[in-house]
C-alpha cells in the first residue's frame, strides 16, 4: 500500500500543538510564548527546526537571517526554508554569519542587532553554530536589551571557552584530562619573566586593569598574566607574536611527551567546536616505549604548523584575538560521552547521556543514547540470557552515567547554566574525565529528546501540569520566563535513540561538495529526518525540487533519527531508513552506505559494543581491503567457470544421457542474475559488504580453505536481496530491485523448501538436518521412493550455483575481516595492522581512486577553497622551479569548514603553477593545479593483464567453493 502520511511535515514523534495559550490552566496559559519575536541566525537542519517549533508554539513574528555566502559559491544552493515561511519580509540577509576579519566579525554583530531592532524582534536565537557559543556577541545582544536564546554572556564566560571551563571544573571537584590550559600566560611569562616587567608592560601598552590586582604579591605570574591577556583582548592588541606562541606550545608539548611516553597530544582552540580548532599530534611515538630526545622532537616539531591550523579554522589570528590553545594528553582508548543538561541559573538538570564515540576528524557520525533507564534494562537482559561479561561491563557504564550526571549538574549549577548546554566527557573504562562544555544546543539533542520529556509542575497543585518535548521548546520557554520555570522532571520516554549524520562525503568519508540532489525518498514510519528544508516539496506541483550542496559550510546535510524500545531495536529500525532511502543526483556523494554498513556491522556483532573515538579510522581500512580483494573478483567469469564445472559433473555422472548436461546448463542459466545482481552490487560497495559479511557471520564456516554452510543459501539470498532493497516492488524500476522472473524462482525453491521442513517436521534453523536427508538415498516416511528421487532432484536444481555466493565469505578470509570484532565484555578488537598509517593512506585510496591526471600534472584532490601558504604573510609552500620530496605540503584546500593540507604523493619539480587568483580561489576535483617533472617514471597499467590476474584470482576461489 502506498505510503500516505507525510513524515516530513506531520511527523508525531516530533511534531505537536505546543500553544500553552490553549491550556485549560491558568498557571499552564502564563507560560505561553506567543509574545516572543526571534531572529534566527543560523543555518542547517536546527534552522527549519526552529521554525517548526516556533510555529507549534504560536509563535507568529520570527525572522530568519541568511548567509549570501551559499549562493555565491554554489549558485543553486539557497535556502529551502523560504518555501515554508509565512512572512517573505521576515526574510534578512548579511554577506555571511561571522565575518572572515575580527573588524568584520564586529561590524556583523552590530548589523545582526540592528536588524533585530528595526524590524521588531525581541529575542535571537543562534542554533549550534559557532556563534551561538560566542562572549562577545551574545554580551552585545544582552547590552542592546535584547534576549538570547541560549546561556547567557557569564556563562558563556566561565563554560563556553574550553579554557574557563576547565579552570571551573577544577573548582568544583570535577574530574579533567591532563594538560596545560594558559599556554599563551605562559608565553607572556617567557616574554616578560618578572612581576615588574609585565606591569611595565601594562604601562606600555596602556591596558586597563585591576590596580588591586597588579599590586597582589601572592598572584602567581601566570595569573597576572592572564589578567593582562584579557586586557589586551578588550583593547585588541597582541603582547607576544604568533611565532612566539608557536614556541611555548612546542616547548610545552616536547615535556608532555616526555611525561606520558606512548601517548599522543591535542591541540584545542578555546574557541573551536564540532571538530573545528583540533589536531592531534605525536603518532609517531605511539608504538615507541622510550623515545630518545630527536624522536620527541621530531614529533614535536608539527606544533607550530598545527597551531596555525586551529587558530586559522576559529579565525582567531586577528590581532588582539585571544589566541589561548589547550594542550591536553590525548586519552587513546577512549569513547567521547556527553551530558545534556538544561537550567534557569537557580537549577539545572541531567537529561541523560549520549555516546558519540563514532566520529573521524573530530566530527561525529553516528549518536547513540545512553540512559539509566536503558542501562539498567540491558544489565537485566545480560543477566537473564547469562551473558555475565556483557552485564558487568554495562554495570561499569551505568556507575560512570550517574557520576558523570552529578558532575555536570553541579558544573551547570556553578556556571549559573539558564538554558541548554552539553557537558562532554571521555571515558575510559571506569573513569571519566571533564572535556568541555558546548554552551549550545547540540546537533544531536534530539537523540535525547526521544528518551526524556520534561515536566513542568506547578509547586502548589501537582496535578497541574505541562509536558515538553523539545529542548528548543524549553530554550524560548526559558528565554521568555526564566526564574518563573519550576524545576522539571525528567519522564522517560523511550528507552533508546540513535542518529546517524548524513553527510556530503565520499567513500572514505572525505567531504564531497558541490553535489546536486535531484530526488530524495520520503521518510517512512519512524524516521526523524531533519534537513535544511531540502524535502519541502514544490508546493504548486507536489514535486522534488533540486537542491545543491554548498561547499562554504560544513558537510551535514541531514540528521536521521529512530527510536526503540532497546538499542538494537533502535538499530533495526535505523538500518530499515538507511536501507529504504533513496537519493540520486549529479556528482553527488554521501556517506548513506558507510552507515548502513557501519549499523549492521553493530547488529552482527552486539549493539552494546564499546567502540572508541579510534574505531572509525581502521573500520574504514578494514573495508578498503574488503574492496581491494572484491576488485580481484570477476562474478560473471566465476558463474560460466561454475557452469562449466556442473557440465563436468553431469557428464561424469550420466556418460550416457546427452541432454542431462543440456538441462543443468538450462537450470544455470535461469539462475544466472538471480544470483550475480547481488553479489555484483555488493562486491562494489564495500560499505554494503562490511555490513553483509556481519550479519552473516554465523551462516558459515571455513574447513580447510572450503565454506561450510550452516543456513539455507537460498534463504541468505533472499535476506541479500532485502537487505539490498532490491526485493520485488510493483512499479519500481528493474534495475532496482530483483527481476520479476527470478523473483517468481526464488519463491518457489523457498516455498519448496518449507513445505519440505513441514512435512519432515524441521524448523528453519534446521538446515542440517534438512541437508542430511537429503542426501539419504532411502525415502522418509511418508515420501514414496518415486517422490523422494523427484524431491532430490528438485534440491540439486534449486541448489545448484547457490554456493557462489561463498565467494564473499572467502574475501572476509582472506582479509581476516572477522579478526575485527566485539568481545564478551564489549571491548572491541582492532587488529593492531589497520592502525598502519601507511596502509590507512592506501585503502583510502582505494575506496577513492584519486583523480584521473597525467603524469605530468598534480590535480586537486577534492573541490574546495585553495590556499598557497599556511597563513597570510607566511611565504607559500612551493613556487615554479622548486624541488619538492613526497610527503611534502604542496597547498592547503579548505572544504565544508575544514583545512586539508595536501601533501606531494611522490618527489619533482614544480614547473608551473596553474592556478589563477589568490588564496580563497574555488577550484574543483581534478583540476590541474601545478605542472611538474617527477622524479621517476611511473609505469602504466595495462588492463588485460589486470583482467587475466582478475580471472586467475577468482580461479583460486572458485576451488573454495565448488
Known sequence: MAQTVDYYTNNPLIHRDRRLSRSSSEWVRS?????????????????????????????????????????????????????????????????????????????RIHQIIQIAKDNGYDSIFAGYGFMAEDEEFVGAIENAGLKFIGPNASTQASAGKKDEAK?????????????????????????????????????????????????????????????????????????????????????????????????????KAIGGGGGKGQRILGGSLLTIKEPTDEQIARAAADAPGLVREVLNEVKANAVGDNKNVLIELNIEQTRHNEIQLLGNGEWCVSLGGRDCSLQMHEQKLLEISVTQEGLAAAIEKARSEGRDAEAKALETDLEVLKRMEEQSARFGQAVGLDSASTFECIVDRDRHYFMEVNTRIQVEHRVTELCYSLKFTNPDNKNDYFIVESLVEAMALLARHKERLPKPERIPRF????????????????????????????????????????????????????????????????????KGEDRLDSYLKLSEVLCRTKLRGSDLGTNLEFHYGLVNWFIGQNVMAKPTTRFVVPYLTLVGTLKEEANKIDPVFAFLEMKKHYGRLISESCPDDSAAAKTMSEVLDRKGTLLTRPIERLLDDPHLLSGWLSLNRGSHSIDN??????????????????????????????????????????????????????????????????????????????????????????????????????????????????????????????????????????????????????????????????????????????????????????????????????????????????????????????????????????????????????????????????
Open 495 to 562: 528507552n533508546a535513540g540513535a542518529e546517524a549524520r548524513l553527510n556530503a562525503t565520499d567513500a572514505s568519508l572525505s567531504p564531497h561538495a558541490g553535489g546536486l540532489i535531484r530526488y530524495w525518498s520520503p521518510p517512512i514510519e519512524g524516521e526523524i529526518r531533519d534537513d535544511q528544508g531540502i524535502c519541502l516539496v514544490n508546493p504548486d506541483t507536489g514535486m522534488f525540487m533540486k537542491y545543491r550542496v554548498a561547499g562554504a559550510y560544513d558537510s551535514n546535510i541531514a540528521l536521521l533519527l529512530t
Open 167 to 267: 579552570r571551573t571544573a577544577l573548582k568544583v571537584d570535577v574530574s579533567v584530562t591532563p594538560g596545560i590550559d594558559n599556554v599563551t600566560a605562559r608565553t607572556l611569562v617567557k616574554k616578560h619573566p618578572s612581576r615588574q616587567a609585565l606591569v611595565a608592560l601594562v604601562d606600555a601598552e596602556g591596558l586597563e586593569c585591576d590596580p588591586r590586582v597588579l599590586k597582589d604579591e601572592s598572584l602567581s605570574l601566570e595569573d597576572l598574566a592572564d589578567h593582562i591577556l584579557m586586557a589586551s583582548y578588550q583593547k585588541g592588541v597582541d603582547l607576544f607574536s604568533i611565532d612566539e606562541l608557536c614556541a611555548q606550545v612546542q616547548a610545552e608539548v616536547t615535556e608532555m611527551f616526555r611525561n606520558y611516553p606512548r601517548a599522543r597530544v591535542r591541540l
Open 705 to 962: 580453505g572450503r565454506v561450510v554452510w550452516l543456513r539455507n543459501p537460498l534463504v541468505i539470498l533472499e535476506e541479500t536481496y532485502n537487505y539490498l532493497n532490491m526485493n520485488y516492488r510493483e512499479h519500481e524500476p528493474a534495475a532496482e530491485i530483483i527481476w520479476s522472473h527470478d523473483d517468481e524462482l526464488l519463491k518457489r525453491a523457498l516455498r519448496f523448501y518449507a513445505d519440505l521442513r513441514e512435512k519432515l517436521g524441521l524448523e528453519i534453523g534446521d538446515y542440517f538436518k534438512l541437508d542430511e536427508i537429503l542426501r539419504q538415498d532411502n525415502a522418509p516416511q511418508g515420501f514414496s521412493d518415486e517422490e523422494w528421487q523427484q524431491v532430490q532432484s528438485s534440491h540439486f536444481g534449486f541448489e545448484a550455483g547457490n554456493e557462489i555466493l561463498g565467494l564473499l565469505f572467502l574475501i572476509a578470509e582472506n582479509t581476516n575481516f572477522y579478526d575485527f570484532r566485539v568481545e564478551e565484555n564489549l571491548e572491541v578488537t582492532i587488529p593492531d595492522y589497520l592502525t598502519d598509517p601507511d596502509l590507512q593512506a592506501r585503502m583510502k585510496k582505494v575506496l577513492v581512486p584519486p583523480p584521473a591526471t597525467k603524469e605530468d600534472e598534480i590535480v586537486a584532490v577534492c573541490g574546495g577553497m585553495y590556499y598557497a601558504q599556511e597563513a597570510p604573510g607566511l611565504p607559500p609552500f612551493v613556487s615554479e622551479g622548486m624541488h619538492f620530496e613526497k610527503g611534502q605540503a604542496l597547498y592547503i584546500i579548505e572544504v565544508m569548514k575544514m583545512f586539508n593540507t595536501v601533501r606531494a604523493q611522490f618527489s619533482g619539480t614544480i614547473d608551473k603553477i596553474l592556478v589563477e587568483g589568490g588564496d580563497g580561489t574555488i577550484v574543483k576535483k581534478g583540476q590541474p593545479l601545478f605542472k611538474v617533472t617527477p622524479d621517476e617514471k611511473f609505469d602504466e597499467i595495462d588492463p588485460r593483464q589486470v583482467e587475466r590476474e582478475r580471472r586467475t584470482r577468482t580461479s583460486e576461489y572458485l576451488k573454495g567453493v565448488l
Open 31 to 107: 507560560f505561553s510564548c506567543e509574545d516572543l519575536k526571534p531572529l534566527i541566525v543560523c543555518r542547517g537542519p536546527i534552522r527549519k527546526e526552529a521554525m517548526d517549533v516556533y510555529q507549534e508554539m504560536g509563535i507568529t513574528h520570527f525572522g530568519i537571517l541568511l548567509s549570501e555566502k551559499d549562493s555565491i559559491v554554489y549558485p543553486n544552493a539557497l535556502a529551502p526554508e523560504l518555501r515554508m515561511m509565512p512572512n517573505p519580509d521576515h526574510v534578512h540577509r548579511v554577506p555571511d554569519y561571522t565575518g572572515a576579519t575580527k573588524e568584520e566579525r564586529v561590524e
